[in-house]
């Protein structure tokens, strides 16, 4: 196999783990808490081939699921490829055959007409089921205990587009909700919606028209409402027939925000209008009264792609961040305007919060953030606690040299109050090659670690990732 190209996004901890690898009985320094026993998932980008060319995006390389089982104290890891069709026919070349570049060009010869699926960006828990998702292909389930890949899921042939890679699951109602867009085709505008009982079983399904293509990588619901973002990072056909970017910013385009009532229909959608803003990650949203709120964390443009003339941002865009607002709609007022308040001038990213309240007004918030220098991409160096009920932040970082990722909660076992638990992350040291699991104080971040367990491998920097409790993970791992 040929070397992997000197690549920002295949370097230092973007460089990929070539390993399958299993580790018992990992060392802990602090004491893990009784009260935590599941599993913590967490997946990201993992080429197994270097590029076909010099030109790599970070968003396609194949899907690698990192397991921490947690129980009685003591924790294991495990790591495993997601064996979508692209990994096994790649696999079975021993080379690199589906183009890690943006473009609909497929790669090599031999899968012309072959669509992508890199089960990449999150790792999600539901009925049993363990499903690896990216945004544009059908989920991938694996073994919640072994992480062995089963198959391609079709939700028993009820559903076969694409799915984001971030549903939402209503704690009280055990419903998934997700949404798949370019749904009838590449650069369709139109958008799937789907709910997913708690059996696992798809109970209802729609087809929608947005006002223009673009890249709708989230979404968010209330316990009333669906909440459809459009931002324009556009999917021109046209544009791409004549050689420009997949896709791209358009300011040219308005911020456009769907609502639809949870009772009612696609055709039932409302929408308002906004400047032009991009956004990956809302935090949360909930409904009270006439009025839907919106958390989320807002970039002035879409980093990670070009304008739509296929130029580069300006400098100063190309880099600038997201932090954290506030948009509040008024269902009962005769207009299509929402309003926008900061919450937070702190740069932030990938929000999180006690999922236990997902739809429904929360207080506390969890993000990344880089406090020193930034390198290239999205290394956070920083985990962040947002107690908007009292308008204030804590923050925790590890070290000079020392990377998180994303924070995710794990409510204590007999627990029901909100943030009453313990935030998770993976810590990258940068001075010694590997990386660490590392348990918080949900409600005492800045107080630091609670338990470390030392892994004697790096997991390399990756997206999302899911807590499953103990009674959704099968006791046997060997």
């Not at 989230?218 to 997949?246: E, N, S, V, W, Y």
Request: aromatic letters at 10%.
């Amino acid at each position: 196999m040929k070397s992997f190209p000197a690549l920002p996004y295949l370097s230092g901890n973007f460089a990929p783990l070539l390993a399958e690898c299993d580790a018992g009985d990992i060392v802990i320094e602090g004491e893990i808490p009784r009260d935590l026993q599941g599993a913590l998932y967490r997946t990201g980008p993992n080429p197994m081939f270097p590029p076909l060319g010099n030109s790599h995006h970070w968003f396609l390389g194949e899907g690698m699921v990192h397991g921490f089982f947690i129980e009685d104290s003591r924790v294991r890891y495990r790591n495993r490829w997601v064996q979508t069709h692209q990994y096994q026919e790649q696999r079975k070349a021993g080379r690199r055959l589906y183009n890690s570049a943006f473009s609909f060009d497929p790669g090599d010869p031999s899968v012309e007409g072959k669509q992508r699926n890199v089960a990449n960006t999150n790792i999600v828990p539901h009925a049993g089921k363990l499903y690896a998702l990216d945004e544009g292909s059908s989920p991938v389930l694996m073994d919640p205990a072994t992480l062995e890949t089963i198959g391609p899921s079709t939700f028993d042939g009820r559903y076969t587009g694409p799915m984001t890679a971030h549903p939402k699951i209503d704690a009280r109602t055990g419903e998934m909700f997700f949404f798949g867009y370019m749904a009838a085709g590449p650069g369709t505008p139109d958008i799937s919606f789907t709910v997913v009982g708690r059996d696992g079983k798809v109970v209802r399904s729609e087809m929608f028209k947005a006002p223009y293509a673009s890249m709708v990588h989230d979404f968010a619901i209330t316990d009333q409402h669906i909440i459809f973002p459009i931002f324009p990072a556009t999917i021109d056909l046209g544009r791409i027939m004549k050689g420009g970017p997949l896709i791209a910013w358009d300011p040219e385009q308005p911020s456009l925000i769907g609502i639809m009532p949870r009772a009612g229909t696609t055709s039932e959608i409302r929408w308002f209008k906004g400047p032009p803003a991009y956004v990956y990650h809302p935090m949360n949203s909930f409904t009270e009264g006439n009025t839907v709120t919106l958390d989320l964390c807002v970039y002035p443009r879409v980093p990670l792609f070009p304008n739509a003339d296929g130029s580069r941002a300006p400098s100063n865009l190309a880099d600038a961040p997201a932090r954290l607002e506030r948009w509040t709609f008024d269902l009962a007022a005769n207009t299509d305007q929402f309003k926008r308040e900061p919450l937070d001038d702190l740069a932030t990213e990938f929000p999180r919060i006690d999922d236990r309240w997902t739809g429904l007004k929360h207080r506390h918030g969890y993000t990344g953030a880089i406090l020193g220098e930034k390198l290239p991409g999205s290394p956070f160096d920083t985990i962040v606690h947002f107690d908007l009920g009292k308008n204030a932040r804590e923050t925790w970082t590890p070290g000079p040299g020392d990377f998180v990722m994303e924070p995710i909660f794990a409510p204590k076992a007999a627990s029901k109050a909100e943030a009453d638990g313990y935030l998770l992350t993976v810590v990258f040291r940068g001075n010694e090659n590997r990386s660490d699991l590392v348990v918080l104080d949900a409600q005492n971040v800045k107080a630091g670690p609670i338990a470390t367990a030392k892994l004697p491998v790096r997991v390399p920097f990756g997206f999302h990732g899911n807590w499953n409790p103990l009674n959704g993970v099968a006791h046997q791992h060997e």
